[in-house]
């Protein structure tokens, strides 16, 4: 059975910092691309960021370019979001998800809040 479990959200003030994990069981880690997506507060769910298994990254989202790094670690089968210099736009439930495409596999965490407030 597949899962991804999220951790590390909570409140934070207007410029600080979070690390984001995500602890994957089940899978060959190796094969997926793991992402960050959110969801904020009366939003469509958005890309966040993406890595592959080889650590290349990609960033969809503008406003989070600079302050929110993805990263990887396929030994111990995580995925990490260090987000700094954190914003009240910032708040969201953050998710994990892992993807390959070639088989058609998909799976979700369950999430994380993240509050971004004074």
């Known amino acids: 059975q597949v899962q991804l479990v999220e951790s590390g959200g909570g409140l934070v003030q207007p410029g600080g910092s979070l690390r984001l994990s995500c602890a994957a069981s089940?899978?060959?880690?190796?094969?997926?691309?793991m992402s960050w997506y959110r969801r904020a507060p009366g939003k469509e769910r958005e890309l966040v960021a993406s890595?592959?298994?080889?650590?290349?990254?990609?960033t969809d989202t503008d406003s989070v370019k600079g302050r929110l790094t993805i990263s990887r670690d396929n030994v111990e089968n995580k995925v990490y979001l260090q987000m700094n210099s954190l914003k009240p736009e910032d708040t969201a439930v953050y998710y994990c998800?892992?993807?390959?495409?070639?088989?058609?596999?998909?799976?979700w965490g369950q999430g994380t809040q993240v509050t971004v407030s004074s």
């Open positions: 998800n892992a993807k390959w495409v070639a088989v058609g596999a998909d799976y």
């Open positions: 089940g899978l060959t880690f190796s094969r997926y691309v």
């Open positions: 890595i592959t298994s080889a650590g290349v990254r990609t």
